[in-house]
């Protein structure tokens, strides 16, 4: 007999992830020792996720500390996802993390990601 999952919250919603993968990656020095710093990126986790609705407060404050978010996302929460990661989306377009928030009252735990433009884009290590 099939059972649903135990949910702490009776009224929690049920989160789809159907828009798309996000590829998370950490910046890391590539160099030798004792050469010039390269950085480039490896790939830390792959994420299903879903599109948000950037909020006019989010997009305002943002650009209040001179940031460019383009995009909110949301996702599961795994791993350890940091504001000093680098998202690429499967279009493979190259956003900073500029922001994780924890989200309640949904199912699975999930976190909202605001994505940030930047200009110089990262070699990426396989």
Not at 33 to 47: A, F, H, R, S, T
Not at 55 to 76: D, I, M, T, W
Not at 97 to 102: P, R
Request: contains cysteine; charged residues 30%; neutral net charge.
């Amino acid at each position: 007999m099939w059972k649903m999952p135990q949910r702490s919250n009776e009224n929690g919603i049920t989160q789809n992830f159907n828009d798309g993968i996000l590829t998370v990656y950490t910046v890391e020095n590539a160099a030798e020792p004792g050469y010039k710093p390269v950085e480039k990126l490896k790939k830390k986790i792959v994420l299903r996720y879903q599109e948000r609705r950037l909020g006019l407060s989010r997009y305002y404050e943002a650009k209040q500390n001179q940031v460019r978010v383009e995009r909110v996302v949301r996702a599961p929460r795994a791993g350890n996802i940091n504001n000093q990661d680098i998202g690429i989306t499967e279009d493979g377009r190259q956003y900073r993390i500029d922001l994780v928030q924890s989200v309640l009252d949904v199912f699975p735990p999930c976190v909202d990601i605001s994505l940030a433009k930047i200009v110089q884009e990262y070699e990426v290590e396989e």
